[in-house]
């Protein structure tokens, strides 16, 4: 069985002390959560959610790495840098990046090659735009940015990795794939999984992202293949984050 996993991505938005009141909130909302509960964060408050949430079943993770180990990349900030002060995950991929900071399938692939190197569980993002859905070419995009990911990746490090489907069209907008549409787009992406890994596709978990929340996550998980979701706007208020995470 693969074990659900509820992962908030902040974006860009919350101060230090904006995190530490929202995650003193989220602390005891969740501590009997059955799913894997992680908060990504923007960088300068990483610490501060990793002090907070050390003995804690709150995982930490950070909204992107860079690919390279250290050197002239000005603006990015490294695995290592990362792990000192206490991220576990990352995100990888968000259409966000792709969309306004210049992310390809290729350098999605050489930040999760480095993300895996270097012991982190990267959450890799791949999803279709509006115009791609309409134009019927959903799975083909999918396949591409999953291909293109997970290249010269071997089995073990697959299996250490999350998967989040996020149509463009439904990221922030307020609109969300029905549980049948998402719940046949991530068949999908686990079937063109089974195709790199054979039977070991079926322990990597696969989220749902886009506008999940507290009226529609228990459709949507209790879908077959969708194994949690990567949540924007209901991470940043405690008590819907926590009806998220606590959906049975």
Not at 238 to 248: C, E, G, L, T
Request: with cysteine.
């Amino acid at each position: 069985m693969r074990k659900p996993i509820i992962a908030g991505n902040w974006k860009m938005n919350n101060t230090k002390a904006e995190a530490e009141t929202l995650i003193k909130e989220l602390i005891p909302l969740v501590k009997d959560a059955e799913a894997e509960v992680v908060v990504c964060v923007p960088y300068t408050v990483i610490e501060t959610a990793a002090r907070l949430t050390k003995g804690t079943n709150i995982k930490v993770g950070a909204e992107n790495v860079a690919w390279a180990d250290k050197g002239a990349f000005t603006g990015e900030v490294s695995a290592a840098m990362l792990k000192e002060v206490g991220a576990q995950y990352v995100i990888i991929g968000h259409s966000e990046r792709r969309q306004y900071f210049g992310e390809t399938d290729e350098t999605v692939n050489k930040r999760t090659v480095q993300a895996l190197k270097n012991g982190f569980a990267p959450i890799v993002c791949v999803g279709e735009t509006l115009t791609e859905r309409e134009g019927g070419v959903t799975e083909a995009v999918c396949k591409r940015q999953v291909e293109g990911a997970f290249a010269g990746i071997g089995v073990e490090d697959a299996q250490k990795t999350v998967v989040a489907y996020e149509p463009v069209w439904a990221i922030g907008t307020g609109k969300t794939a029905t549980g049948e549409q998402a719940q046949e787009t991530i068949a999908y992406i686990r079937s063109v999984l089974a195709g790199l890994y054979g039977a070991a596709a079926e322990n990597i978990r696969i989220q749902y992202g886009g506008s999940m929340n507290p009226s529609n996550v228990k459709e949507l998980m209790e879908k077959k293949d969708i194994d949690g979701g990567l949540i924007g706007g209901a991470s940043l208020k405690a008590a819907d984050f926590s009806k998220v995470v606590n959906y049975r």
